[in-house]
């Protein structure tokens, strides 16, 4: 048997492989392991479903010519299924505005596996997103289907006007990872002198400026950590390992910080900014400077 990813045939040593399950399995491990994802599959030119491998995973491999593997980076699949998103998003939109029933009907149809796919394409891992977008559905008679009034549907509109900037702007991060990049880096350093003043925002009742600029590093940071993953191996091989260390460190500081945050530990806060953050910042430009191509 022939065994192709994509378009090239490969050289896989088969051991105990019987059936096309076994094979499927060992084939689809190796992927992984280069941080490929299957996303089509084929035997002898037809197309065998992945959501159907009781139909296949059981013949015999060698009573065929060939199985082919259509494969996408991680990177890649992401980036496909977020441009999915991002035009369901604007067909729904589209639906609103030309008051068009039977296709919005259709799509709010589709719309439970719509929300379930925020958490891992928006990480939207405390579901802030899909329960906020939910909300508004339900209360402005969209699901369930109810009554509807101009204002019902402007709401809405609107609300799905904003939620395809955000996942435009999750698209553009990996399409376009060296300008993002740049753009995020820079609005970090402009940010530096707000940092600073935390602790004293805090300790002279502007709470709330202090929160703002918490909540706007945060933000930076985590785009920030999620652009440098895209970037070509080229760009983050300087300092890797250091790198993986500072963010690591980082990543656990920002999760007290998100918790101080949750539970208005304002005391906390400001002594996480400026005993914890602020001195790692002082490396920070040494790490993400290639990005914005101030680095070495």
């Given amino acids: 048997m022939k065994i192709f990813i994509n378009q090239d045939e490969i050289e896989f040593t088969l051991e105990k492989e019987n059936i096309l399950g076994e094979v499927y399995d060992s084939i689809e491990k190796w992927l992984l392991d280069q941080s490929f994802s299957v996303t089509e599959l084929f035997l002898d030119d037809k197309e065998l479903f992945l959501t159907e491998r009781e139909k296949w995973g059981n013949i015999p491999f060698q009573d065929k010519e060939s199985f082919r593997f259509v494969a996408l980076t991680l990177k890649e699949l992401k980036g496909q299924n977020l441009s999915t998103l991002l035009n369901y998003c604007r067909m729904l939109q589209v639906s609103l505005k030309e008051g068009n029933l039977e296709l919005l009907n259709e799509l709010l149809g589709e719309y439970s596996y719509i929300e379930d796919s925020y958490s ?87 709470d709330k400026d202090a929160m703002d600029v918490i909540i706007r590093f945060t933000e930076l940071f985590q785009k920030l950590l999620r652009i440098f993953t895209y970037l070509p191996a080229e760009t983050q091989e300087n300092h890797h390992q250091d790198l993986k260390e500072y963010i690591k460190d980082m990543s656990g500081i920002l999760k007290e910080l998100t918790e101080a945050f949750t539970s208005k530990d304002s005391v906390l806060m400001g002594d996480l900014m400026e005993y914890e953050i602020l001195p790692r910042m002082k490396t920070f430009p040494r790490y993400f400077e290639s990005i914005s191509g101030h680095g070495d």
């Fill in 120 to 206: 891992v394409l928006l990480e939207d891992f405390s579901n802030s997103i899909k329960d906020h977008m939910a909300q508004l559905l339900k209360n402005n008679g969209f699901i369930p289907d109810g009554e509807r009034s101009e204002e019902n549907v402007k709401t809405i509109l609107e609300a799905f006007m904003m939620l395809e900037v955000v996942i435009q702007g999750r698209l553009d991060e990996i399409r376009q990872p060296q300008r993002s990049g740049t753009e995020c880096f820079e609005a970090i350093v402009a940010l530096m002198p707000q940092m600073e003043n935390v602790s004293l925002m805090l300790q002279t009742g502007k």
